[in-house]
């Protein structure tokens, strides 16, 4: 009886893109990955659930393939921005650390330093 037989909904990171996006939408792409991934993060934190931090992990990196295609530096630093909020939700602070360099523009480094005081080196 596989007629009956629900299909676990796929991911947002999973959905195939059609064509090419533009800045904006790349952007509310990375938005959307990241909140959907958030509860994801927070499970994965203090714990070792494989199939929770394989998800956060996969939302991650889809993530940040789509950033580095963003061509405006702005932009590209709110996206990262996103980011590194979501790893460190997961508790993944070598990873936050890495992607928070990336980030040029200063008052978003600053709001980081802010939020995230464990960061600044």
Not at 19 to 30: Q, S, Y
Not at 107 to 121: F, G, K, N, S
Request: with cysteine; glycine share 4%.
């Amino acid at each position: 009886m596989k007629w009956f037989a629900t299909r676990q909904p796929a991911d947002i990171w999973d959905e195939p893109v059609e064509g090419p996006v533009g800045d904006i939408d790349a952007v509310a792409r990375i938005r959307n990955i990241c909140q959907a991934a958030g509860a994801s993060a927070e499970a994965v934190a203090g714990s070792a659930q494989t199939g929770k931090r394989e998800r956060y992990e996969r939302a991650a990196r889809v993530a940040m393939e789509i950033a580095m295609k963003i061509a405006d530096d702005l932009m590209r630093d709110d996206a990262v921005r996103r980011i590194v909020d979501l790893c460190m939700k997961a508790e993944d602070i070598k990873t936050a650390q890495i992607l928070s360099r990336a980030i040029q523009a200063a008052w978003i480094r600053e709001a980081l330093a802010r939020d995230h005081p464990t960061l600044v080196q």
